[in-house]
């Protein structure tokens, strides 16, 4: 892969990366609630990039972020109808998740900062 292709995805990656933490600091911080619209944005940008990184460490970094929603979207499909019965509960399962969520991304942040590859 030529230098400037590889640039093109790390800002790619970049600008996933900045949304997804919009989100995953809005999902924490109690009225700084940022809108799905812009997560589902995100995970297109990954989605449709992502065969451009193939044979890259980037690549790595694009199956992260897809597989950081898709789990997080199952978690809180799963733990939503604690809700339902207890509000309690619900706040407890999806504050997790929602820290669980931001940890990734900074995880991912730090990972690309450092032109590093994700664990599998």
């Keep these: 892969m030529d230098s400037e292709k590889a640039q093109a ?3 790619v990656g970049w600008v996933s990366y900045i949304l997804h933490l919009i989100v995953a600091v809005g999902a924490v911080l109690p009225g700084a609630q940022a809108s799905t619209a812009l997560l589902i944005v995100a995970l297109i ?3 449709v990039k992502k065969g451009e990184a193939e044979g890259s ?3 790595s970094h694009f199956s992260w972020r897809i ?3 898709v789990w997080a979207a ?3 499909l799963v733990t939503s109808p604690l809700w339902l019965l207890f509000f309690f509960p619900g706040w407890i399962a999806w ?3 929602s820290l669980w ?3 990734r991304i900074v ?3 730090v990972r690309m900062n450092a032109s590093q590859a994700m664990p599998d």
Excluded: E
Aim: glycine fraction near 8%; hydrophobic fraction near 55%.
């Design 45 to 47: 940008i990954d989605l």
């Design 9 to 11: 995805l790390k800002t």
């Design 67 to 69: 597989r950081t929603v």
């Design 101 to 103: 969520f931001l940890y």
């Design 74 to 76: 199952l978690l809180y």
């Design 107 to 109: 995880k991912g942040m």
């Design 57 to 59: 460490w980037q690549a």
């Design 95 to 97: 504050g997790l998740i």
